[in-house]
């Protein structure tokens, strides 16, 4: 569609009017000469002067011309503009980050797929994680991977293809044989420092309990909570082992608490897939959409037929009173000859 930006300029267009109307006119002193027959030499000349007053001549193009270019740089200043139709931009008002135990354990072949097959625990953490990551469309999404010390895999990001080919790579023990709980919340709260979105949620999915961090997860827990990051805890161990194996399912209870966030146990793929159906539903969808409609300035197009015409009639009047200045040379010439 097309539109003025200031459409309001449209109303100095009878300003010419309103001049010519409001001010006296121009009054110029000049040396004269008296005519007793003044009246017969202005009769004879068709010209019908106030007194005092020399009435300069004007032709028709004048006439038609000035307000013509008038109207076109009125409506060259009133900025006329083409709109095109609106552009939509969806921007994410949720960064999610994943941390995952890639500890040793994580190869442990103690997970029953919906088959019923035995699978380890990583093959089951890939499958689940994927799919949730593949229904996070609005989300940037965030990976650490964890084990002696956490490690970015990959920033906050749309591109979900590549969090879901880092996902498809991960191999237990890649992060070491231990676990440092505390420390992956600690780098989750240093990936989020730089974060502008209105949510920031961390899930961190682990099998173990903490005996490599330096950070105590308690400690982590508060800095998060004054950070303003959400952490959901994810416990896929057993609580019944010993050592290193062992779910400390009352730290990540704790975390979760402590941060507003929530604590799940599974101890399936089925049950694994709940929790992250679970999960998709406390964190819906949460972004907001910007819009806008490109314009394109027309401003040139009235402003230059403006200059084009005022330009083309100063040449022909030029040329015209070139050719008349030739004719009376040859006419001079002719009556010397």
Same mark, same amino acid.
């Given at each position: 569609?097309?539109?003025?930006?200031?459409?309001?300029?449209?109303?100095?267009?009878?300003?010419?009017?309103? #001049? /010519?109307?409001?001010?006296?006119?121009?009054?110029?002193?000049?040396?004269?000469?008296?005519?007793?027959?003044?009246?017969?030499?202005?009769?004879?000349?068709?010209?019908?002067?106030?007194?005092?007053?020399?009435?300069?001549?004007?032709? /028709?193009?004048?006439?038609?011309?000035?307000?013509?270019? /008038?109207?076109?740089?009125?409506?060259?200043?009133?900025?006329?503009?083409?709109?095109?139709?609106?552009?939509?931009?969806?921007?994410?008002?949720?960064?999610?980050?994943?941390?995952?135990?890639?500890?040793?354990?994580?190869?442990?072949?103690?997970?029953?797929?919906?088959?019923?097959?035995?699978?380890?625990?990583?093959?089951? #953490?890939?499958?689940?994680?994927?799919?949730?990551?593949?229904?996070?469309?609005?989300?940037?999404?965030?990976?650490?991977?964890?084990?002696?010390?956490?490690?970015?895999?990959?920033?906050?990001?749309?591109?979900?293809?590549?969090?879901?080919?880092?996902?498809?790579?991960?191999?237990?023990?890649?992060?070491?044989?231990?676990?440092?709980?505390?420390?992956?919340?600690?780098?989750?709260?240093?990936?989020?420092?730089?974060?502008?979105?209105?949510?920031?949620?961390?899930?961190?999915?682990?099998?173990?309990?903490?005996?490599?961090?330096?950070?105590?997860?308690?400690?982590?827990?508060?800095?998060?909570?004054?950070?303003? #990051?959400? #952490?959901?805890?994810?416990?896929?161990?057993?609580?019944?082992?010993?050592?290193?194996?062992?779910?400390?399912?009352?730290?990540?209870?704790?975390?979760?608490?402590?941060?507003?966030?929530?604590?799940?146990?599974?101890?399936?793929?089925?049950?694994?897939?709940?929790?992250?159906?679970?999960?998709?539903?406390?964190?819906?969808?949460?972004?907001?959409?910007?819009? /806008?409609?490109?314009?394109?300035?027309?401003?040139?197009?009235?402003?230059?037929?403006?200059?084009?015409?005022?330009?083309?009639?100063?040449?022909?009047?030029?040329?015209?009173?070139?050719?008349?200045?030739?004719?009376?040379?040859?006419?001079?010439?002719?009556?010397?000859?």
């Amino acid at each position: 569609m097309y539109q003025l930006e200031y459409p309001w300029l449209l109303l100095v267009l009878p300003l010419p009017l309103l #001049v /010519w109307w409001l001010t006296p006119p121009f009054r110029e002193e000049t040396a004269s000469v008296r005519l007793a027959f003044f009246s017969e030499v202005s009769q004879a000349a068709g010209v019908k002067p106030t007194a005092g007053a020399v009435i300069p001549k004007t032709n /028709w193009v004048q006439k038609l011309l000035a307000p013509l270019c /008038w109207g076109l740089v009125v409506l060259a200043l009133a900025r006329p503009q083409f709109v095109e139709p609106p552009i939509e931009k969806i921007q994410p008002a949720r960064d999610l980050l994943l941390a995952l135990d890639l500890s040793q354990s994580m190869d442990t072949r103690d997970f029953r797929s919906p088959s019923g097959a035995m699978i380890p625990r990583v093959e089951a #953490v890939r499958n689940v994680v994927a799919d949730f990551v593949k229904r996070r469309s609005g989300d940037r999404i965030g990976l650490i991977a964890f084990g002696d010390a956490p490690y970015p895999l990959a920033p906050f990001t749309l591109d979900h293809d590549t969090v879901l080919a880092m996902i498809a790579a991960m191999v237990p023990g890649m992060a070491g044989p231990r676990t440092a709980l505390g420390d992956a919340v600690g780098l989750g709260i240093k990936m989020f420092s730089d974060s502008k979105a209105q949510e920031k949620v961390l899930v961190v999915l682990t099998d173990g309990n903490d005996t490599a961090s330096k950070m105590p997860p308690a400690r982590a827990a508060d800095i998060a909570k004054q950070s303003g #990051v959400l #952490v959901h805890t994810v416990g896929i161990g057993d609580p019944k082992a010993s050592g290193e194996d062992r779910l400390d399912a009352t730290v990540l209870e704790a975390i979760a608490k402590a941060t507003g966030g929530r604590y799940f146990f599974g101890q399936d793929e089925a049950a694994l897939r709940e929790i992250y159906a679970t999960l998709d539903a406390i964190t819906p969808a949460n972004q907001k959409t910007l819009s /806008w409609r490109p314009k394109h300035e027309l401003f040139h197009y009235p402003l230059g037929a403006a200059i084009a015409l005022l330009l083309a009639y100063q040449l022909i009047m030029a040329s015209l009173s070139l050719l008349q200045k030739l004719r009376r040379a040859r006419r001079h010439e002719r009556s010397v000859a």
